[in-house]
């Protein structure tokens, strides 16, 4: 023991050393840390602004996947929209609207008069395939109307082959097709007349409002935002039911840098307008876009149907 409390012994000046030794050590780990951190938020954020200012070209839709397309429905009342999404029970539609039918088929020549707009409804009537597929370019011009892109008759012409899905056959050329179904429609009007019943709606006139478009049409026609690749899994939420409400279902789908980038680009654009889910040529149910939003996963509430929220999480994940 020291003779005086101020004398200093090796023992002492060997523990003052380690506790120095310690002190600086956890400042240097706390500072590296620091500085790891700052680093790696750095480098994300210089990854993210150079993501996000990323050009992408178009990408096109996934028949045998999940498709994610634009409504283009944000313009408040959905009688000035080309589409009009429905939610109903377990179900999702998208409808074709009278104004939309209006950008089909603008009297703008002979290929986009309203007579054919009839005919098309009337083959829709009795071969919904073919009828469909006679629709999809009117459609896609009707979009870049609706879009305002310049030169949109330029997507429908006379002698474009008309593709019908699950079909073996040659395509025929629009100008055969309706040349084809105009002349059934003025034999069966002929006969109807002559029964002294009248013609009925077969001569063309105006579109029936709210023509449900399936979904192998609507991913060829409308714009696709993502596809199956875009998404790197995804997984279920059971929300459990009472005695007032459902159970219910949310999906959590994770986006890749890609998708991720492709979504907010299009978001900042898109807002307060539904984006549509296509799984295998079947729109499972829609969303609406409420701001920009720079995500890596999304969350879809509110599914009331436990088949369609397990189909959309089955469908991203990855092969094994």
């Known amino acids: 023991m020291p003779l005086f409390p101020s004398e ?4 002492m000046q060997a523990a003052e050393r380690v506790f120095v030794m310690r002190e600086r050590g956890t400042r240097s780990l706390l500072l590296v840390t620091i500085l790891v951190i700052v680093g790696w938020f750095a ?13 992408w070209g178009p990408i096109t839709f996934d028949e045998k996947g999940l498709t994610v397309i634009g409504a283009l429905d944000g313009r408040g009342e959905y009688e000035r929209n080309m589409f009009q999404v429905i939610q109903s029970n377990k179900s999702t539609r998208v409808e074709l609207t009278e104004q939309g039918m209006g ?31 006679l629709l999809a370019p009117y459609l896609r011009a009707g979009i870049a109307r609706f879009q305002q892109q ?20 040659k395509p025929e050329t629009l100008k055969v097709l309706l040349q084809k179904y ?5 034999t069966k009007e002929h006969d109807v007349n002559e029964e002294g019943v009248g013609s009925g709606a077969q001569g063309g006139g105006s579109i029936e409002h709210g023509l449900v478009i399936p979904g192998e049409v609507l991913v060829r026609a409308c714009p696709v935002l993502l596809n199956t690749k875009s998404f790197t899994g995804g997984e279920v939420i059971v929300n459990p039911g009472s005695i007032l409400n459902d159970t219910m279902y949310t ?22 307008e539904n984006i549509v889910f296509v799984v295998n040529g079947e729109v499972k149910t829609a969303g609406r876009v409420s701001q920009p ?28």
């Open 8 to 11: 200093v012994t090796p023992d």
């Open 43 to 55: 480098i994300g954020k210089i990854q993210d602004y150079f993501l996000l200012k990323q050009q």
């Open 103 to 133: 950008y089909c088929f603008t009297k703008d020549g002979p290929l986009f008069d309203e007579e054919i707009g009839g005919i098309i409804q009337g083959v829709i009537t009795i071969d919904g395939k073919m009828g469909f597929s």
């Open 150 to 169: 310049p030169n949109a008759n330029a997507l429908v012409w006379e002698e474009m082959p008309i593709e019908v899905p699950g079909s073996a056959a």
């Open 182 to 186: 105009r002349d059934k429609a003025k």
């Open 251 to 272: 999906v959590r789908l994770y986006l890749t840098p890609e998708g991720r980038s492709r979504f907010y680009r299009w978001s900042r654009d898109h807002s307060k």
């Open 293 to 320: 939003l720079d995500v890596s996963w999304w969350e879809i509430s509110n599914i009331r149907d436990k088949e369609t929220a397990e189909e959309l999480v089955k469908v991203v994940q990855p092969s094994k």
